[in-house]
């Protein structure tokens, strides 16, 4: 291959994908190799097969609920968790290691990936429909919305990846709508009828789906609209979550009680919804999926994740383009990114995430993983932590947040752990392997005066090469 055919390659590996490893080949046509991940991707590969569904979830639960609720009926007022039952206890350590085995699982799934391009594609959207597991309670729930809310629409269109992240059971609970309650709602009125205190509307999650997920901020909306949202989401919940008769399931966890709904027409960015129960929040999504700024809003965003912190307008919107004209179907918005001459330029444009980085240096490698507690140890001192970011906002895309000195100490530290268990012989041939046409003279002579090979391993994940793509 010639110099610009191997300039691609390795970009197709390393700003598209996850990494090279060292049995991987420059494939001769990098654009039609990272489409053609498309057709051989699986949403649910061998290293997740043993992960919950949403269903098995909701179980672990709802029993997990039951015992609260009997120890909050013998001990009224003692709810700290130096009152909880030995139950309690015993179902809140399977929780924690229930998701210290699913950070291990999502890793290995992108370290075996034979479609990273398309994993590449499952991280941005989760991110992106980001959800932070925050209380032990719904511990459970933050793999099984990546795994099963996320995957399966990566490759779908827009519309369908939002109704399923966004009305999750992960995202109602982290976002409280399971809470939210019509004002006027028949159940509210009966509690007031009773002399009792009505519930409360909640906004949040109408807030994040409109700000975060569709829209983007300083798009047109209002608070009215938000409010208004909100209370046409009203009902939505999580199955199990309320004990009510009227509960009615609708698949993957999620359930609706008609009389938590607050009646009525509801009018967003100007469009009257009539009160159809659940389906007037859909028709919303709907109209919010469709809209031209949700396409700026997402073109932005993968462009800025490809192409660099600062994307070119050019290269947005064509993205734009591709959306809006499509409806939403991700498949062509991401032929038009891999189109795009903007994310193939020479040179690196991001600076990976530690999550990134983890799993192109274990790539690298070639190596088995270490035991699911280190994976998890690892990307806690890497500052990224799994399914925790803290925010709706999810983790931010930009360098500045990742390239502090004491954050690249924490990648040289971990580098040189990583390279006491591996095992390469070679360390200068696997970088040029892996780093074809790409591979600096500074970085190749240092990995060549190493002292030992451990030592020249840990130089290679320290290098420039393996911090950006």
């Known amino acids: 291959m010639h110099g610009a055919a191997m300039q691609d390659a390795a970009i197709a590996w390393s700003r598209f994908g996850s990494g090279a490893r060292p049995q991987d080949r420059p494939p001769a046509d990098p654009r039609r190799w990272l489409l053609g991940q498309m057709d051989r991707f699986a949403p649910r590969p061998a290293a997740l097969a043993q992960t919950d569904t949403t269903d098995q979830a909701i179980v672990q639960y709802k029993i997990l609920d039951d015992v609260q609720r009997e120890r909050r009926k013998t001990m009224p007022g003692k709810n700290s968790e130096a009152f909880q039952t030995e139950r309690e206890k015993d179902l809140n350590r399977q929780g924690r290691e229930f ?34 597991y925050g209380r032990l309670q719904t511990m459970r729930f933050a793999p099984v919305h990546e795994f099963n809310a996320i995957r399966p629409h990566v490759l779908g269109n827009f519309r369908d990846l939002l109704v399923a992240a966004s009305l999750h059971p992960a995202m109602q609970m982290f976002l409280d709508q399971a809470q939210s309650i019509g004002p006027n709602s028949p159940f509210t009125r009966r509690r007031e009828n009773r002399g009792q205190p009505g519930a409360g509307l909640n906004e949040n999650l109408a807030r994040e789906i409109m700000e975060l997920h569709t829209l983007g901020v300083r798009s047109g909306y209002s608070q009215q609209d938000v409010t208004e949202f909100a209370r046409a989401l009203t009902g939505w919940t999580v199955d199990g979550f309320r004990r009510m008769r009227t509960l009615q399931p609708m698949g993957e966890g999620r359930g609706y009680v008609p009389e938590l709904h607050e009646p009525g027409t509801r009018r967003v960015m100007g469009k009257a919804y009539p009160d159809t129960g659940p389906k007037q929040a859909l028709a919303i999504l709907d109209d919010l999926a469709a809209h031209p700024a949700t396409a700026k809003h997402v073109a932005t965003k993968l462009a800025q994740h490809f192409a660099g912190d600062d994307p070119p307008a050019a290269m947005i ?58 994976v998890n140890g ?66 190749l002579a240092q990995l060549r005066r190493a002292e030992s090979v451990t030592q020249s391993t840990a130089l290679l994940l320290a290098s420039p090469e393996m911090m950006r793509r």
């Open 99 to 132: 998701y210290v085995t699913s950070v291990h699982a999502r890793m290995a799934a992108a370290v075996e990936s034979e479609t990273p391009f398309i994993e590449r594609l499952v991280h941005f959207w989760a991110n992106h429909f980001a959800i932070s």
């Open 317 to 374: 919107g064509r993205l734009e383009m591709a959306f809006a004209s499509t409806g939403g179907d991700l498949p062509s918005v991401y032929r038009a990114l891999v189109a795009s001459p903007e994310a193939w330029v020479a040179g690196p444009v991001k600076f990976l995430q530690p999550w990134e980085w983890a799993v192109a240096s274990f790539r690298a490698l070639g190596a088995p993983l270490p035991a699911p507690a280190v």
């Open 378 to 443: 690892l990307l806690d001192q890497l500052g990224q932590p799994t399914w925790k970011p803290g925010s709706p906002a999810g983790w931010t895309d930009k360098a500045e947040a990742w390239a502090a000195p004491d954050a690249l100490m924490r990648r040289v530290e971990a580098g040189e752990r990583i390279a006491r268990s591996a095992q390469v012989e070679d360390v200068p041939a696997l970088a040029e392997k892996l780093f074809p046409g790409g591979l600096g003279a500074a970085t």
